[in-house]
């Protein structure tokens, strides 16, 4: 069963940065792809950032050139630079994982990001 431990969020200013990362555990194979979802109040849940193993990335519009992902393929972790957070950037943000080619995900917890002056 993959786990997923997040860690990293917490209350930042707007302009602000803060870094989240993702381990994961338990029959991970090589071949996947991580990404972070976002969930603010009263919202659906959606797609910021995403990594294969081969390190293709794609982003959600609204980040795009203030966040980055990244991954240590050893580790079997991803990580999320957010830089210049905004108000908007508020919400809880999950790990996600899922092997290649297949349909099955797994979620981690999810860690609050809240940017307020």
């Known amino acids: 069963q993959v786990q997923l431990v997040e860690s990293g969020g917490g209350l930042v200013q707007p302009g602000g940065s803060l870094r989240l990362s993702c381990a994961a555990s338990?029959?991970?194979?090589?071949?996947?792809?991580m990404g972070w979802y976002r969930q603010a109040p009263g919202k659906q849940r959606e797609l910021v950032a995403s990594?294969?193993?081969?390190?293709?990335?794609n982003y959600a519009d609204s980040v795009k050139g203030r966040f980055t992902i990244s991954r240590d393929n050893a580790k079997n972790t991803v990580y999320l630079q957010m830089n210049s957070l905004k108000p908007e950037d508020t919400a809880v943000y999950y790990c996600?994982?899922?092997?290649?080619?297949?349909?099955?995900?797994?979620w981690g917890q999810g860690t609050q990001v809240t940017v307020s002056s």
């Open positions: 338990g029959g991970i194979f090589s071949s996947n792809i």
């Open positions: 990594i294969t193993s081969g390190r293709a990335t």
């Open positions: 996600h994982y899922k092997r290649m080619a297949t349909i099955v995900g797994y």
